[in-house]
């Protein structure tokens, strides 16, 4: 089932409690976040004597009821902080589903479509990122884009698969190819590049890659980034952020990514690690031919 969610809240360090609730219904057992909107400062409606809001939007995939959904993402404002004091007043978070499919439901504890979607700017203007086929009518709120969210620091993914997009094999890589490898150099020299403590150890002598800023994720030795919230707080938006491997990594990230680089490789090998399914939501853009591999460009579906 496809869900559209709002999401909101004026009270600590919104962005951040933003970025995190998105964490936490990305892990949602089968959910997918499929868009993110950007992030948005907005006054307060309903009760106008508080803090200015942040809002986004996401689209999400779900093997769940509206009220399975809702129970988790209410248990995922109660952790982040929401206590429920006043009708529309302050709070740290606040998720909304505003559509499930073209289900209706008009219940004591759940009303879908949501009955306040077109009453609200900071609600519309998100979603219509992420919607665009939706059919609205502004009332003239302030609402202005802030930077803050995940799309901001445009991810792009870089890696070499087989044609089962395999990638490696007992924490080997399936290839290493002098062209592919030219091709990651030039593309990531003088950047970010993001990855896992496993994809350190493919790397010569196990060391950082001279010439780029090489952030590592890991939730298990202490020196490196412990989470994506973290992760987050050290990327800057103003530099190239590649992010290298290893699957895990791709799967944590994914959602996210807002370009991918696949050296393709017309070969089928014995593989137990393999990127992530993407092709829903990307599009085909660019094919560079190569005499082992093809190198395909995908950017996100609009």
């Known amino acids: 089932m496809i869900f559209y969610l709002s999401l909101g809240g004026n ?6 409690n933003l970025r995190a609730a998105i964490e936490k219904i990305k892990k949602i057992p089968q959910t997918k976040i499929l868009k993110i909107s950007r ?6 409606w309903g009760l106008k004597n508080q803090p200015d809001f942040v809002n986004c939007a996401l689209k999400i995939s779900a093997n769940l009821t509206p009220l ?3 129970e988790k993402i209410q248990q995922i404002e109660f952790e982040l902080g929401r206590v429920r004091k006043e009708h529309w007043g ?3 978070l606040d998720i909304d589903i505003l559509f499930a499919d073209d289900l209706k439901i008009n219940s004591e504890r759940l009303k879908i479509p949501h009955p306040y979607i077109f009453e609200r700017d900071f609600v519309l203007i998100p979603l219509a990122e992420i919607f665009p086929n939706l059919k609205f009518n ?4 302030k609402v202005t884009k802030i930077f803050g969210s995940p799309r901001d620091f445009n991810l792009k993914f870089v890696a070499c698969v087989d044609k089962n997009f395999g990638l490696g094999y007992k924490n080997n890589l399936l290839f290493k190819i002098p062209a592919d490898l030219k091709n990651f150099r030039n593309l990531t020299l003088g950047n970010t590049i993001i990855l896992g403590r496993k994809t350190l150890q493919t790397f010569p002598n196990a060391k950082p890659l001279e010439g780029r800023k090489n952030l590592i994720l890991s939730r298990t030795i202490e020196k490196f980034i412990p989470s994506v919230e973290e992760l987050f707080c050290k990327l800057n938006p103003a530099e190239k952020n590649f992010v290298v491997g290893g699957a895990e990594i791709f799967s944590e ?3 996210y990514a807002q370009e991918i680089f696949l050296s393709v490789v017309n070969s089928e090998k014995n593989a137990d690690k393999f990127f992530p399914k993407f092709e829903d939501n990307f599009n085909l853009v660019e ?3 190569f005499p082992e591999f093809e190198l395909r460009r995908y950017l996100p579906l609009t």
């Not at 992030?39 to 307060?44: L, Q």
């Open 90 to 92: 302050a709070r740290t």
């Open 253 to 255: 990230l994914l959602p």
């Open 39 to 44: 992030f948005y400062e907005t006054e307060a």
């Open 11 to 16: 009270l600590g360090d919104r962005i951040k």
């Open 68 to 70: 399975q959904l809702l």
């Open 287 to 289: 094919i560079k031919n």
């Open 138 to 141: 502004l009332h003239g709120d």
